[in-house]
């Protein structure tokens, strides 16, 4: 188990959402010839009535393309998430969506399995179901989401926002970075809990030959870089349902209950207005996120859906994780959930 990290942590990605909330820097904003190029890339694949998986190749950005691939580095060196705004989503259907956001992701690195159906491209949208639900997960509720990493210790969190809700549903990213600089200023008896063994539910998405629990520290450093695998509450206390000895203890409760209310501290964290057609990618090692609960429409058409991603950097690419997360990164280098054995 690597030891608690015990300095402040001044890099670009340890920031407040106060001091960003009115930068611009987050956003790269599309132009017009960014959108030609997209139509073009768009307009070939329907042609060849291509359907995804496809290439990144096929999904040809002469000039864009440079942008995009700006992105993985601005992931990892600098603030740890970024907004891709000027899709006009008016102009596309669905499905059309869809395919601009394959194409563009594919230019990231490869997007893998999320859970045991081998979706690639999930729904986040209200299914009806309920935190309460074990085998349930938590996008695909309306209910209010607290700050958490995605399941697998996956690189990048693509979101592509196909429609807003009626009310709600309001988007949050926090800091893991600041937040455990904050936790070692307030609570440093706090620290070493948090790189202790955390035992959550895999909630009905276990992998093949796993264990219907996994195990991880909330931190870890490694190389130089601090990795956060910080989750939602509900995560780890139905866990207990496969044995008491996997239960939160009285200690991590309480690191888990500080690092959740630092995290929604005002001043922490930053609130992402979603416009339909944005597209906001993640570092799913340092950024963590959080939904307020939301009101959808009576249409179905109408209602709120985001399309999710998890995407796998190339390996010249990924960062070096501490050996506590490697058996679950193995994962995300198989294909994902549904691809490999734990």
């Known amino acids: 188990m690597t030891k608690s990290y015990r300095e402040q942590i001044t890099v670009l990605g340890a920031w407040r959402g106060s001091d960003i909330q009115e930068d611009n820097g987050w956003i790269m904003q599309l132009d017009g010839p960014d959108i030609d190029e997209i139509d073009r890339a768009l307009a070939h694949?329907?042609?060849?009535?291509?359907?995804?998986?496809?290439?990144?190749?096929?999904?040809?950005?002469?000039?864009?393309?440079?942008?995009?691939?700006?992105?993985?580095?601005?992931?990892?060196d600098g603030l740890g998430f970024i907004v891709v705004r000027g899709v006009p989503r008016e102009r596309y259907?669905?499905?059309?969506?869809?395919?601009?956001?394959?194409?563009?992701?594919?230019?990231?690195?490869?997007?893998?399995?999320?859970?045991?159906?081998?979706?690639?491209?999930?729904?986040?949208?209200?299914?009806?179901?309920?935190?309460?639900?074990?085998?349930?997960?938590?996008?695909?509720?309306?209910?209010?989401?607290?700050?958490?990493?995605?399941?697998?210790?996956?690189?990048?969190?693509?979101?592509?926002?196909?429609?807003?809700?009626?009310?709600?549903?309001?988007?949050?990213?926090?800091?893991?970075?600041?937040?455990?600089?904050?936790?070692?200023?307030?609570?440093?008896?706090?620290?070493?809990?948090?790189?202790?063994?955390?035992?959550?539910?895999?909630?009905?998405?276990?992998?093949?030959?796993?264990?219907p629990w996994y195990t991880n520290p909330l931190y870890s450093y490694w190389d130089g870089k601090?990795?956060?695998?910080?989750?939602?509450?509900?995560?780890?206390?139905?866990?207990?349902?496969?044995?008491?000895?996997?239960?939160?203890?009285?200690?991590?409760?309480?690191?888990?209950?500080v690092v959740h209310e630092v995290a929604s501290r005002p001043d922490m964290r930053l609130a992402i207005d979603f416009q339909e057609g944005d597209i906001q990618f993640v570092n799913n090692h340092m950024v963590l996120h959080a939904r307020e609960a939301y009101e959808d429409f009576d249409e179905p058409e109408r209602r709120r859906h985001l399309l999710r991603m998890w995407i796998a950097l190339p390996p010249e690419q990924r960062r070096q994780l501490a050996p506590e997360l490697l058996d679950r990164y193995r994962l995300v280098e198989a294909g994902g959930i549904n691809n490999a054995a734990a």
């Open 45 to 76: 694949v329907k042609s060849q009535r291509l359907t995804i998986p496809f290439d990144r190749s096929v999904f040809d950005l002469p000039h864009l393309k440079a942008r995009i691939g700006e992105i993985p580095r601005l992931l990892e």
């Open 93 to 211: 259907s669905n499905e059309e969506c869809t395919l601009i956001y394959w194409g563009i992701a594919a230019h990231l690195g490869t997007p893998i399995s999320q859970n045991l159906r081998g979706e690639n491209i999930c729904h986040v949208r209200n299914e009806g179901r309920s935190l309460s639900d074990p085998n349930a997960r938590g996008y695909q509720t309306l209910a209010k989401l607290e700050f958490h990493c995605d399941l697998l210790p996956v690189d990048i969190l693509g979101l592509f926002c196909l429609r807003t809700a009626k009310a709600g549903g309001a988007s949050y990213l926090v800091s893991a970075l600041a937040v455990h600089n904050v936790i070692l200023d307030e609570r440093p008896d706090l620290l070493d809990v948090l790189y202790e063994p955390f035992h959550g539910d895999w909630r009905g998405d276990r992998p093949d030959g796993a264990e």
């Open 226 to 257: 601090l990795t956060s695998r910080v989750t939602a509450r509900f995560v780890f206390d139905q866990v207990a349902r496969f044995g008491d000895e996997l239960a939160l203890t009285e200690c991590q409760s309480e690191a888990l209950d």
